[in-house]
């Protein structure tokens, strides 16, 4: 299993522009999850979907964010625009309904100056 | 509501030692708890959860943990550390009695490990 898969590993963007991070869950999963980790905040959760479908967007900090997961093997996350505070690692992972850990991917590293 | 704690930022111990990490945790329902790892420039892998049954659950890289109702604790050790042991360790929990459509996982702050030769 290639497990969840995410790009691109590191983005580099200008204060103002827009950024879109793309994740590809393990086959099978049925829910999606994005999260953004600082050293000030920790992890925090943003947004997850379960069969594609957005249950809970309470964590996305403003409405420069959007998500979406057009089929279940595809998500994004935008920002638009960009501001410097949103620099962190941005995380997805996956899960299936059965189970109940989460499988992370490798995060992208995004740097807004 | 649920919350995790990690009193410790970092924990130092040397390599062949039993090592703890701390983790306490807040939830009104059962406890649905988990452990992760994350090596530098790497993504969180799990590690090993405890869900129901037996308190004492092991897991990946002779890892293991356990749950304890009355102190609200789920500590993960290790009888033996490594220095490839050395990483960031973060605790999670998840109210089990929460309804359908409310899986989150809140985690602590994480603890860095640092097994010294």
């Known amino acids: 299993d290639a497990g969840v898969i995410q790009s691109p590993r590191h983005e580099v963007t200008e204060m103002g522009q827009e950024v879109t991070l793309r994740c590809k869950p393990i086959?099978?999963?049925?829910?999606l999850f994005w999260y953004r980790q600082t050293m000030m905040r920790g992890l925090e959760l943003l947004i997850y979907f379960n069969n594609n479908v957005p249950i809970d967007d309470s964590g996305m900090p403003e409405d420069r964010f959007s998500a979406k997961m057009p089929n279940a093997s595809f998500s994004t996350l935008k920002i638009q625009p960009s501001e410097p505070r949103d620099s962190a690692v941005y995380f997805c992972a996956s899960r299936i309904d059965r189970a109940y850990e989460q499988y992370f991917g490798p995060g992208t590293r995004l740097t807004v100056t | 509501a649920q919350s995790v704690a990690q009193p410790e930022d970092q924990v130092n111990v040397a390599e062949g030692n039993p090592l703890t990490v701390k983790c306490t945790y807040s939830?009104?329902?059962?406890?649905?708890l988990f452990w992760y790892v994350q090596y530098p420039n790497r993504g969180l892998q799990f590690l090993l959860k405890?869900?129901?049954?037996?308190?004492l659950v092991k897991g990946s890289y002779g890892f293991e943990a356990e749950f304890n109702k009355s102190q609200t604790s789920f500590h993960l050790k290790k009888p033996s550390a490594l220095v490839s042991d050395s990483a960031l360790y973060f605790c999670a929990v998840r109210d089990g009695d929460s309804g359908a459509g409310s899986y989150q996982l809140t985690f602590g702050k994480g603890t860095k490990l640092s097994v010294i030769p």
């Open positions: 086959s099978g999963h049925d829910y």
């Open positions: 939830v009104s329902g059962n406890p649905y």
């Open positions: 405890y869900i129901t049954g037996d308190n």
